[in-house]
């Protein structure tokens, strides 16, 4: 019976760091830790160095025990201590807390982020995070940058600065760093298509914006569990701070051509290339680009300056071969076939419309 209960007690003690894993919360590091914590370990270490006592100097030694085998059992309770003050304790005390950079991701449990389109959807990024965990997107995706990735395919639009920290992932739960690019890393993407409507109809149907694409579609997934996901990839890539704060919705345009240009705008893909805020992605930025100059590059290999009128981005839309803007390659599908008279008038407004 003793020696069962002393066999029990070591089985404990040696599974102790494995029980204190929670299964779906951030492990807190020691100098989180409440009071009671303390109170805890305190208690914890005061049970076995008295139990080590009492197993040396009390009535715990049995009768038919041999004096070798008593040394041979006292040696191994000493080396097992040590192991786990080596092993778990005093790293665990060393351990040192991560600062967090300013960008790192930082979604709590139960938050909401608003579409910053202002279409008033909204999602939870961090149940968002468990969806995209659970679903393999890990498989065909990475979320981090090294400083060869940039400007490659593998992170279109992604800037020098963006290259990936240690501090930008310490508040993640779980690790979806992933390890294979199937498809393009992630860590910028909510900068790139800060459109949860967007990211709702790709993972819905990839093959909409991308006719190759290889990436399985999602609509398995419930409206929520897309919303949540949706919410998450926005979050990517953006200051947790100024999505926090939120945005006005976004006032209808006045014009039902601009709307209609604005609708088509996401609905035909072009968001996945083009942003209105002035940045650049995959392409240009559609802002201040009508009446613009831009250098490109004629199928002869010579290159012009263009103004950018409605000819120029009728062609642009129809034909983008015909003239590559310079500095950008030559991917950009014809929507020849896609769009017709009235769409491409109200593709043109929209564009118009982006002083
Ligand atoms: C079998 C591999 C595979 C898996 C699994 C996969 N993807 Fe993709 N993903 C791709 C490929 C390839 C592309 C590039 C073509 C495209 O945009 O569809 C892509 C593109 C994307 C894009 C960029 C869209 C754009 O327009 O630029 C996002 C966002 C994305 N995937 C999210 C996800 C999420 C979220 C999951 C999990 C629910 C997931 N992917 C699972 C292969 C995959
Ligand atoms: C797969 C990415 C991709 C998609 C999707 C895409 N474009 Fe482009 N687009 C580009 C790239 C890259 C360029 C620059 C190279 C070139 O001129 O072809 C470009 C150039 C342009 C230009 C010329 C811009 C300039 O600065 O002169 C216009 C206008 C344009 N695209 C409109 C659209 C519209 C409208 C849509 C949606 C109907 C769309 N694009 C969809 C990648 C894309």
Same mark, same amino acid.
């Given at each position: 019976m003793k020696r069962l209960m002393t066999i029990l007690l070591l089985a404990v003690w040696v599974s102790l760091p494995g029980l204190a894993q929670h299964e779906h919360q951030p492990r807190p590091s020691p100098t989180e830790a409440p009071p009671i914590y303390w109170v805890l370990v305190a208690i914890a270490v005061i049970a076995i160095v008295w139990f080590m006592l009492w197993a040396l100097y009390g009535k715990m030694r049995p009768s038919r025990m041999t004096t070798t085998s008593y040394h041979a059992l006292g040696a191994l309770v000493i080396i097992m201590t040590l192991f786990t003050l080596v092993l778990y304790i005093i790293p665990a005390q060393q351990a040192q807390e991560l600062p967090p950079t300013a960008r790192a991701w930082d979604w709590k449990p139960g938050e909401v982020l608003q579409d910053p389109t202002g279409s008033g959807l909204s999602g939870e990024p961090y149940r968002g995070y468990l969806v995209y965990l659970a679903n393999g997107c890990i498989y065909c995706h990475t979320l981090y940058l090294r400083p060869e990735d940039i400007k490659t395919g593998w992170a279109e639009g992604a800037r020098p600065d963006e290259v990936s920290q240690i501090g930008d992932f310490v508040r993640y739960p779980f690790t979806m760093l992933g390890t294979q690019r199937d498809g393009p890393d992630l860590t910028v993407i909510g900068r790139k298509i800060p459109d949860m409507q967007y990211q709702i109809d790709h993972l819905v149907d990839p093959r909409r914006f991308? =006719?190759?694409?290889v990436m399985p579609s999602y609509r398995y997934l419930s409206e929520r569990e897309l919303r949540d996901l949706a919410a998450y990839l926005v979050s990517l890539g953006n200051d947790p701070q100024k999505l926090r704060a939120g945005v006005a919705p976004a006032p209808a345009p006045e014009d039902p051509k601009i709307a209609k240009g604005k609708e088509l705008y996401r609905s035909l893909g072009c968001v996945a290339c083009h942003t209105i805020d002035g940045s650049r992605s995959t392409g240009p930025s559609f802002k201040g680009l009508f009446g613009d100059e831009v250098e490109v590059t004629l199928p002869d290999g010579t290159t012009a300056q263009v103004t950018v009128d409605e000819i120029y981005l009728k062609e642009a839309i129809l034909q983008p071969g015909e003239k590559i803007v310079k500095g950008? =390659?030559?991917i950009m599908p014809s929507f020849a076939e896609r769009v017709t008279e009235s769409d491409l008038e109200a593709l043109l407004e929209y564009i118009k419309s982006l002083r």
């Open positions: 991308k =006719p190759q694409s950008f =390659p030559n």
